[in-house]
């Protein structure tokens, strides 16, 4: 694994035992924002492990569509794809300025934790696997 990789992986990582933490302790806007930058950091591991330039982006879509262009399904649903989308400026924001139609609660923040370990065990098994790496083009 390339070392880039690996410190891309590592704050990814870090994200995702954050949203565990906060979401144990009820704190259910970090936990979403948490769960939504550790999925964009375990794609953009991916991404730097098959040598693709990143893109400054927080969009899940644009990670995944990067990693489909590649051949790499990275097994994320359309709807939950949406959810993450849907995280990132609300989480940081205060209310009425951008928050989606939904306020932070515990089962929302437990399918996103839940998707972003299944989007982690998914580039775990294809950075271990180096016939899933892509070639350089």
């Known amino acids: 694994m390339k070392k880039d990789t690996e410190l891309w992986f590592k704050y990814a990582e870090e994200n995702l035992k954050s949203s565990e933490v906060l979401l144990n302790s009820s704190l259910f806007n970090p936990c979403l924002q948490n769960a ?11 991404l730097i492990e098959n040598s693709v330039n990143l ?4 969009s899940i879509r644009e990670l995944v569509g990067k990693l489909a262009d590649l051949g790499v399904d990275t097994l994320i649903s359309e709807d939950d794809t949406d959810l993450l989308d849907s995280i990132y400026l609300p989480s ?3 209310l009425l300025s951008v928050l989606p139609l939904f306020m932070p609660d515990e089962d929302i923040c437990r399918h996103c ?10 580039v775990v098994k294809l950075l271990s696997t180096p016939s899933t790496v892509l070639p350089v083009a």
Do not use: D, G
């Open 36 to 46: 939504q930058q550790a999925v964009e950091k375990f794609l953009k591991a991916l």
């Open 55 to 58: 893109i400054k982006t927080h």
């Open 92 to 94: 940081k924001y205060p």
């Open 113 to 122: 934790l839940n998707i972003a370990l299944h989007v982690r065990a998914e």
